[in-house]
């Protein structure tokens, strides 16, 4: 399958801004995904951002894509401890199909 | 109240004795899928389905069955559990004919196998 890379564990304080980063393999995929999970629950997809996109902004949300490296990052500003959670970025190769690879998850920590 | 629903929600069990994890639904969504979540893997795809009686393998197929007979229902199938097989277990569904492919999921399955 395919290898969709995060680091594990990220702090930050309170206020700060926040970045996850994601390497995935597949330079076909045409959406790339952040999904986040919380405690006990199941995942909810966060936001997207279309292969032809750098960027896309969504409140406090920003998601960065570098196609080139195939790099994908999740910049959260102003961080909340509501935001202490899993994230997970997600491809999936083909434009109309429905499979997925997920990456590792990275589990953020907010400290107050 | 629109929602992705698994039973049981926890599962102890012994090696060899067949379960099943029911999915279920109540979206109308044609796409579905199944999941294993592991420490330091994140999420595998099991299987996935694109419709009725449409189902393929994901990446991590071996020793799990899945059947998709109606819609709104997409049961896994473990015939002869192994230890290895404990994980946390996700269903979702997705609607098809949207641009991205947004999946809902269910609240999960915690499986062990003795």
């Known amino acids: 399958g395919e290898d969709v890379e995060q680091s594990l564990f990220l702090s930050v304080r309170e206020g700060d801004s926040s970045v996850i980063n994601c390497t995935y393999t597949?330079?076909?995929?045409?959406?790339l995904y952040w999904y986040k999970q919380e405690p006990g629950a199941g995942l909810q997809l966060l936001t997207y951002?279309?292969?032809?996109?750098d960027m896309k902004q969504d409140q406090r949300l920003t998601v960065l894509l570098n196609k080139k490296d195939k790099h994908l990052s999740l910049r959260i500003a102003d961080t909340q401890t509501g935001d202490s959670a899993i994230y997970f970025c997600?491809?999936?190769?083909?434009?109309?199909?429905?499979?997925?690879?997920f990456g590792t998850g990275t589990s953020l920590t907010v400290i107050p | 109240e629109a929602q992705v629903t698994q039973n049981p929600r926890y599962l102890i069990t012994v090696t060899g004795k067949k379960l099943t994890v029911t999915c279920s639904q109540n979206m109308n969504h044609e796409y579905m899928s199944w999941y294993r979540q592991d420490p330091g893997l994140g999420l595998r795809q099991i299987y996935y389905s694109m419709n009725v009686e449409v189902t393929d393998k994901g990446d991590v197929p071996e020793g799990y069955k899945v059947s998709r007979k109606e819609k709104r229902n997409f049961p896994l199938i473990l015939e002869s559990p192994s230890p290895n097989q404990t994980s946390l277990y996700f269903c979702?569904?997705?609607?098809?004919?949207?641009?991205?492919?947004?999946?809902?999921f269910g609240p999960g399955t915690r499986l062990t196998v003795l």
């Open positions: 951002i279309f292969s032809n996109m």
């Open positions: 979702a569904s997705s609607p098809r004919d949207r641009g991205h492919n947004e999946q809902f």
């Open positions: 997600a491809e999936s190769p083909r434009p109309t199909g429905n499979q997925f690879y």
């Open positions: 597949d330079s076909s995929s045409t959406y």
